[in-house]
């Protein structure tokens, strides 16, 4: 074996877990990262050690040039030795990044929490990823604020869209006092006003899941919310980098604008969810340093 596949095997091994990503074209992009240091791991040199012939297939993979397929995945997982839960993860990434429905990708997601579970000792950790992983457990937080909440699962079940099980209530009530999230005053539920923040071995894969949840939802509220009652909208710009940036920072002061208008709000009866995606169509492609032409 190479002993450029020994390093890379090793810092698989001691580093960078497949388990603490969630795309895998971050997680070659931080092997490549750390195999270049010193600027002489070429990307043939990479491929070599990941079990292909000496081209520039990684970068391609990397760069989202061309897709990893779950045979090419294999290959992958071989050269790197994963082994076990790191190996099933893997090959989750890889179903997740081709899927072409909804319904794959939350198959492929669900299937990354069960194993990211598995494989985290704290039971706090775990909790934060069950939390984020529902949609419905943000949204009874929040109930809980509501003047005219009765505190009981039955009364969540009557009040919440869309519909869950009495059972659902009940595990989010509990899970909820487990991350001190709320606390019970006598018969009472009261929230504790403390944020969650979630260490970085459950973020990424916590985020994910949250947003995909609530993109389903943010679609079937199409057909089962009255239009009346619900605000979707949609424009396709054109912009350059200076334009990008911009756009971004109207987004983070409006959602700003809208904590400070909630926290104002006296006689609260209702709770929305808004989201707001930003993403390319088209994106320049990134300009690959020219190699520098050797003296004689």
């Known amino acids: 074996m190479k002993d450029t596949r020994k390093k890379l095997r090793t810092l698989v091994a001691d580093q960078f877990k497949p388990s603490d990503f969630v795309d895998y074209k971050s997680f070659l992009a931080a092997l490549y990262k750390a195999m270049n240091e010193d600027s002489k791991y070429s990307y043939v040199q990479f ?40 190996r099933r993860y893997f090959e989750q990434m890889v179903v997740l990044a081709g899927a072409t429905s909804g319904e794959a990708r939350d198959s492929a997601l669900t299937k990354m929490r069960f194993i990211k579970d598995g494989k985290l000792d704290s039971s706090r950790e775990k909790d934060q990823l069950q939390f984020l992983g529902e949609w419905y457990h943000p949204v009874i937080l929040e109930m809980i604020s509501l003047p005219d909440f009765d505190h009981s699962p039955e009364w969540i079940v009557d009040n919440i869209v869309p519909k869950i099980k009495v059972d659902e209530a009940k595990r989010s009530l509990e899970l909820l006092l487990d991350l001190d999230l709320i606390r019970l ?112």
Request: proline residues 3%.
């Open 47 to 86: 491929a070599e050690d990941c079990g292909f012939k000496p081209t520039n297939i990684m970068y391609q993979y990397m760069q989202g040039v061309r897709r990893l397929t779950l045979k090419a995945g294999k290959e992958i997982e071989k050269a790197l030795g994963l082994k076990k839960a790191e």
């Open 185 to 296: 005053e006598g018969n009472t539920y009261q929230t504790t006003g403390k944020s969650m923040n979630t260490g970085h071995r459950v973020r990424s894969l916590a985020f994910s899941s949250y947003h995909q949840n609530m993109l389903k939802i943010s679609q079937e509220s199409l057909a089962n919310v009255e239009a009346t009652q619900r605000n979707i909208s949609a424009v396709t710009v054109s912009v350059d980098e200076d334009g990008y940036k911009e756009i971004k920072q109207l987004i983070h002061d409006f959602n700003e604008k809208v904590m400070q208008l909630a926290e104002k709000q006296k006689e609260n009866d209702r709770i929305y969810q808004m989201n707001i995606q930003l993403f390319p169509f088209r994106c320049p492609k990134p300009k690959r340093k020219k190699k520098k032409e050797s003296r004689t």
